[in-house]
Each structure stands twice: as C-alpha cells, then as structure tokens.
C-alpha cells in the first residue's frame, strides 16, 4: 500500500468483514492478548493478593482491583465473541499469557510494586487503542482507560505509605529489582510485524520501542524522581 494510504474506520464487527482480512486477524489478535492477560492477571495477582492485603481497608480496594480486572477480561471476551472468537482461546489455557505473570507473587509489597509498574504499562498501551479506527475496540479502552488509572494509583499510593519506614523501604525496592527487568518485556519486541500490521491499519499509533521508551521516561520519573527509589539497569 502507498505511504498515503490512510486506514477506515469501522464502527461495527459485522463490518469488519467487508475489510481486507489482514484487518480483522490484527484485531482479533489483540484482542485475544487482552482477553488472556486479564484474566491470567487477575488470578495470579489480584485475587490473591485480597488474603495479602494487611488491612480491611486495604483489602476493600483490592477486591475492587481484582473485580475491575475480571471486568476487563469480561469486556474484551464480550468483544472477541462478536468477532467469532472461540471462548477457549481467550483464556490462559488456551493462549499463553505474557512472561510477566510468571512473577512468584508472596508479599503485598510485591503486590504493590505490580500495580505501581505493570499498571503504568497497560495505560501506555491502552492509550494507543483510544484513536483505534476499528470502534468496537476504541470504547473497550475508554471504558478501560479510568480502572487502569485507579490501579496505577491504587499502587503509587501503598507504595508511598509503606516505605515511610526503613524496612518497607527495603522491601518495596527488593520487588523493584526484581520486577521491573521483567517489565520490557511487555512491550514487545523491536521492529515487530505484528505492531507494524496494527499501525498499518490504525489500530496503534506507536512502535513497540517508542512505547518502551515512553515507559522507561515515566517510570524514571516515578520511581526515581518522586519517590526517592531506584530502577535496576535493564538490558
């Protein structure tokens, strides 16, 4: 296609299948990864870390975390549905989750450190998605773009509370080293054909390296800059 090819917008799913099929099995492969990541996420992390939370307080927002999550899971499957997605494929049986939630969750620390990072990289993501030409999935993320501020906030403000104390400190910074190098990763590989087909299309606006990027610049001015902690060098 020529340089001044400039994608359609598509307002419905029926729709959909009057485009050229590269179009639609971009999105239906987004929104599989959606579907899968959400849910995976909220079973490892979320949930569990209701039991972790060490106050009733604590354990209040966390169940709304964990019930948002579920909720955002439900919302890409409901979409995936429309587009003819088998349910199966859009769980963690069948389709494997990404590599972050590999992560052996045991403290709320590290439960913190989670929403605090990983939640900052879903917004980047989810940003992309809310000037994606194919509709459908641009409402999911405007319904999705608010929860997911909450969840990053969610984790900036435990995090400011428990290292007020020399040993929180400490443990917020062990989840940090740990996690973060983890963290890339979610983005994607350099020079993807898949992100290169989404941005074809119109379905992203960035390159997987300019979204790291963007990551790296907000996460040093969190971690480092604000809260007064470090990053471990990432290779």
Known sequence: MSNDFIPPKVET???????????????????????VNE??????????AISLAPTPYAKWLTCRVAMEEYGHHVRFKELG?????????????????????????????????????????????????????????KNVAKMTMPEEKFHAKFGEDFTTEIIKTEKGKKEIQDAINHYFPMLPAFFGRP?????????????????????????????????????????????
């Open 191 to 235: 020079n993807s054909k898949n992100n290169a087909i989404y941005r074809k299309w119109g379905i992203k606006k960035r390159k997987n390296e300019e979204m790291l990027e963007d990551y790296l610049n907000i996460t040093h001015k969190l971690v480092v800059e604000k809260l007064s902690l470090e990053l471990p060098k990432i290779h």
């Open 39 to 48: 849910l995976y996420g909220a079973r490892v992390f979320d949930e569990p």
């Open 13 to 35: 799913c029926e729709e959909l299948d009057n485009h050229p099929a590269e179009f639609k099995e971009a999105i239906i492969k987004l929104v599989r990864s959606h579907a």
């Open 81 to 137: 549905e429309k587009l003819n997605i088998p349910y199966e494929q859009m769980t963690p049986e069948g389709k494997n989750p990404l590599s972050i939630f590999e992560f052996p969750l045991k403290t709320w620390e590290e439960f913190c450190v989670i929403k605090l990072l990983a939640d900052l990289a879903e917004i980047l993501q989810v940003e992309d998605l809310l000037e994606c030409t194919f509709l459908p999935l």
